[in-house]
């Protein structure tokens, strides 16, 4: 549970990075990209950890809610399904090469 949803918060903020402080940036990269503990970021910056936590909470609250609202990351899961189906399509050759192969080029074109 604790690894899905650190994988979910990696590709909410990869998503939506860009709509963050840079405090908010810095926090989130240094908790779920470089693996940094509440007490290290708060040592840092010369905060609290209860004031590292806050934001950290706050920042992935407001992460659910761009996906709620955009939905970025979860149409990239449903591209992510279709070319794997494709792609197992075209190596047991159930569907032809190249009609396949334009399909996952096209859906690789919009990530």
């Known amino acids: ?6 994988t979910r918060m990696n590709f909410l903020f990869d998503f939506y990075q860009s709509l963050l402080t840079e405090k908010q ?6 908790y779920y ?4 503990s509440l007490g290290e ?3 840092e ?19 659910e809610e761009y996906e709620d609202k955009l939905e970025l990351f979860g149409k990239f899961q449903q591209r992510q399904m279709v070319i794997e189906q494709l792609t ?3 190596e047991r050759d159930e569907i032809e090469k190249n009609v396949v192969m334009g ?7 919009w990530d």
């Open 25 to 30: 940036r810095s926090y989130m990269h240094l």
């Open 33 to 36: 990209l470089d693996d940094h």
């Open 41 to 43: 970021i708060a040592d």
């Open 88 to 90: 197992l399509a075209m």
């Open 1 to 6: 549970m604790l690894l899905e949803k650190t």
């Open 45 to 63: 910056y010369e905060i609290s950890r209860q004031a590292v936590y806050d934001n950290i909470r706050r920042t992935e609250a407001m992460l």
């Open 103 to 109: 399909l996952v080029n096209q859906l690789k074109e």
